[in-house]
């Protein structure tokens, strides 16, 4: 249980266009997703808290602006990043906090890999 | 705020050669602990965790205690695969500690099993 899709796994842009990321929780509700950026041989970043129906709580430094992210429903949550550049190529990762009462981890999607030229 | 250091990698070792991962932590409150890995081009997996103190996560014959004494969360297993290549993020959530939602990482290890 407490499965996380995450789509696309890979995208490849033109500088200046906007891509849309999005992440799905399969078989439970997720009211607070996660969404973190990797760098090549670095940690997880978080760059917001995804919550359903309200507005994401970035996180320092990230650009609200740019990266726009909307929670819909309680099984969907979206990351897109508008007026992409190539300094915004890396891995996106979005994560889903369990369910409450249950014993899982924090689930995460399996990434998309953005580059943009 | 909260906190997570681990060894920098990368770490090679020989195949059925023991593995030790340290990980220590900083929390304000009493935190979930977690031990992630990543495969080359994926996303995260839960490899273990534990809630409280003393208990001891495992799977896939990894291992890893709780200390609270020493705030410490240190991934092992007794014989690598070459299989085990990847990169190992320790991890902690403070949410019931009223620290942040979501995972606070430490930077990662990577794990290199030569045959």
């Known amino acids: 249980g407490a499965v996380v899709s995450q789509h696309p796994s890979r995208v490849i842009c033109k500088s200046g266009t906007s891509v849309k990321i999005e992440c799905r929780s399969l078989d439970f509700q997720a009211t607070t997703m996660f969404w973190y950026r990797q760098f090549p041989k670095q940690s997880l970043m978080l760059m917001a808290t995804?919550?359903?129906?309200?507005?994401?709580?970035?996180e320092q430094g990230v650009e609200k602006d740019k990266f726009l992210i909307n929670h819909a429903s309680l099984t969907l949550s979206t990351l897109t990043v508008t007026s992409a550049h190539p300094e915004d190529s890396s891995f996106y990762i979005c994560s889903a906090r369990p369910p409450q009462g249950t014993n899982y981890g924090y689930t995460f999607g399996s990434g998309t890999r953005l580059t943009v030229v | 705020g909260d906190s997570v250091t681990q060894m920098e990698g990368p770490v090679t070792l020989s195949e059925e050669a023991f593995l030790t991962i340290n990980c220590t932590y900083t929390a304000t409150g009493y935190p979930s602990l977690f031990w992630y890995v990543q495969y080359p081009g994926e996303g995260l997996q839960l490899l273990l965790k534990a809630t409280k103190a003393d208990d001891k996560g495992s799977n896939k014959g990894f291992e890893a205690t709780y200390r609270k004494e020493t705030t410490s969360f240190h991934l092992e297993k007794g014989s690598v695969q070459v299989s085990d290549s990847a990169v190992y993020f320790c991890a902690l959530s403070d949410l019931l500690g009223g620290g942040a939602d979501g995972l606070t990482f430490g930077k990662g290890t990577h794990l290199i099993i030569q045959p």
């Open positions: 995804s919550n359903e129906g309200s507005k994401a709580t970035y």
